[in-house]
């Protein structure tokens, strides 16, 4: 067992694909790291463009992620081209049940 998370990633203007790319490399990343866990992982976007995911990390891997050299040169490529936001500044997260479209990760 590990840790649920959910990410949301607001792209920068003009980055939305290279976001997209990130997003479907990220877990496969992280697991051939040893950093997170086989639980499928999800990934939708916003009305606002911005994407969410949802994975699980693997017991106490959050806090080896932080010294992983590979995973901080992938979080410096996010930084380029997206801002993390709280799941609380999306529109959605007003809803009692909030709607996203599904992306798919394949």
Known sequence: ???MVIAAYR????????LLALVRDHVPDLRRWGLAT?????????AC???IEVFE?????IATAHQHPDVLAMWARYAEVCDYVPLRDLAEAAQ??????PIDLD
């Open 1 to 3: 067992m590990g840790d």
């Open 11 to 18: 792209p920068k203007p003009g980055h939305d694909q290279a």
């Open 38 to 46: 086989d639980r499928p992982a999800l990934a939708m976007r916003a």
């Open 49 to 51: 463009g911005t994407i």
């Open 57 to 61: 990390w693997r017991d106490g891997a």
């Open 96 to 101: 009692l049940f909030a709607q996203f479209a």
